[in-house]
């Protein structure tokens, strides 16, 4: 992958995780005690734009609910809806809050992923 593709997957993983805070999706605390913490990973598309000829580098940033306890009953009908469920989630390798690199994401709303 050449420097001006990397680039361009830096800045969709950034506007991604723009997107996330600007919609109040998760808050930085401490992982209480007997929580058990998802993990997450990005999914990259390119998409063209029928009115341009430049593609759109898109990233998009996925829990891996798989790993949820067994009957646990998330409702992801509407994406970003607010949850009433505890999920935590590690912070994104790379983009860790100097500072608070122990600390993981209580999700506020609801990602692609959840079951």
Same mark, same amino acid.
């Given at each position: 992958?050449? $420097?001006?593709?990397?680039?361009?997957?830096?800045? /969709?993983? #950034?506007?991604?995780?723009? $997107?996330?805070?600007?919609?109040? !999706? =998760?808050? &930085?605390?401490?992982?209480?005690?007997?929580?058990?913490?998802?993990?997450?990973?990005?999914? %990259?598309?390119?998409? #063209?734009?029928?009115?341009? $000829? =430049?593609?759109? %580098?898109? /990233?998009? &940033?996925?829990?891996?609910? *798989?790993?949820?306890?067994?009957?646990?009953?998330?409702? !992801? !009908? *509407?994406?970003?809806?607010?949850?009433?469920?505890?999920? =935590?989630?590690? #912070?994104?390798?790379? *983009? #860790?809050? $100097?500072?608070?690199?122990? =600390?993981?994401?209580? &999700?506020?709303?609801?990602? %692609?992923? &959840?079951?």
């Amino acid at each position: 992958m050449g $420097s001006e593709e990397t680039q361009k997957w830096m800045d /969709a993983m #950034q506007d991604e995780i723009k $997107s996330l805070h600007d919609n109040h !999706t =998760y808050n &930085l605390v401490k992982l209480p005690n007997g929580k058990k913490v998802l993990e997450n990973r990005w999914i %990259y598309r390119i998409k #063209q734009e029928s009115n341009s $000829s =430049y593609p759109r %580098y898109k /990233a998009i &940033l996925v829990v891996r609910g *798989f790993r949820q306890r067994k009957g646990m009953d998330v409702k !992801t !009908t *509407f994406l970003h809806g607010d949850l009433e469920e505890e999920i =935590y989630m590690k #912070q994104l390798d790379g *983009f #860790q809050i $100097s500072g608070k690199e122990d =600390y993981v994401c209580r &999700l506020k709303k609801s990602l %692609y992923g &959840l079951k």
